[in-house]
């Protein structure tokens, strides 16, 4: 720990609710003795011990990893997604970015498509339905072939990588002012588009996972581009313009009705 | 070629189609500034071009791909915009922008929609359908056109209005432009910076143009 870690004092304000079919409400907590050398996931630990010492209900949220990978930390801290620092998840967040005295306000991600479970907790379970959608891929049998009879330009395989960098943390959706999921979707269909294995699928894939994603009632693009900007694995645009040629080709020249 | 049944329910039908029609506003807006230019050059240049326009039986034909165009425009733009809230019903307590995506356009594409279709259907009413004046240009009588305009924009009031809301189709269209090009899947390292320009320039020339032949027709009282 660094000798400029100081002890300061916030204000939470935190969405609390009780299950999918109650009212939530904001709710008031003074913290005190907070270190800004821990992180925001470790001050919202120290407010449980608290509560549950004073015995009320913890407040829950959800994390996993704790390292940024995992894309379980969902808060929209004073109305950013994983609050304020750029490419960073909610656990990767520290105290440092927050002064004495700051009110911070903690919100879930929201849409329709994300229901409330409780408190901060969402259910993203329509993101796993997206990537159902896509189906599968058309892959060789047998011996494993030789890693050089598939050639991939390095270009090619950089972009896939970067789009397969998306955790599905929900953020672009929670940030979208029209509670849009094209960033993940369009990761997600990027990943596989631009390699050879998944060419083979590709335009039905874009197809069946966009109609998914329309039909889980997230809200449409109109190119803000808030997603990328609070996108914690910096997941690009051109991979939404990628998936709209894709649609588009899929739509047009599809043989079928 | 068959469009499969739901590309226009799709998010990204309903995009690509506002999209295009949305260029193609913007095509005929730059051919209407351009004709307005006319009135620089004086009522005879102008009413002359006013009159070729409107007397070629061509005519009905693109007012009805105009209209059209602007009705699905805004139509989808009206379908969206309910799905979109319909997509958020519990807005956000501290929503702040993160300062690298959102503009003061796209956030207001919607109002400065709104504007425009108040000031199509103004502008239609004063215009198109308003005064009626007649002038003889080679000996054929012709709409004085000119002298509408003229009239129109002696009342100070209706300038502001009039650029005020050139100020709402600047900034629609500086979202709208390259918007739109990232809705048909080109977007590119090295030329989306160079478009967002051009869709810049794009705005500031429709707004200055426009506005700068009010002012022009106001100072000719
Ligand atoms: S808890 Fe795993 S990414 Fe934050």
Redesign the pocket.
Known sequence: MSGKEKIITVHLKLWRQKNRSTKGFFEEHTLEGVSTGSSF?EMLDQLNEKLIREDKAPFAF?????????????LMINGQA?GPERAT????LHMRSFSDQDTIVIEPWRSSAFPVLKDCMVDRTSFDKVIAAGGFTSVNVGNAQDANALPISKENADLAMDAAAC?G?GACVASCPNASAMLFTSAKISQLALLPQGKVEAHKRASKMVEAMDELGFGNCSNHAECEASC?KDINLSNIARTNREFFKAKIFSEKE | MMVSHNYLTSSIGKKQIMAITGLGLVGFTVSHLIGNFLLFLGPDAFNTYAHTLTSNPLIYLAEVGLGSMFLLHLVLAAITQLQNRAARPIGYLAKKSTGRGETFASKTMAYTGLILLAFVIIHLINFKFGSVYESTIEGETVRDLYKTVIEYFSNPLYVVWYCFAMVALGIHTSHGFQSTLQTWGLRHPKYTPMIEIIGMLYAIFVTVGFSACAIYCYLQN
């Open positions: 996931l959800d994390h996993d990893c704790r390292e940024g990978i995992c894309g379980m930390c969902s994983h998840t909610t656990c990767q955790i943390c914690p």
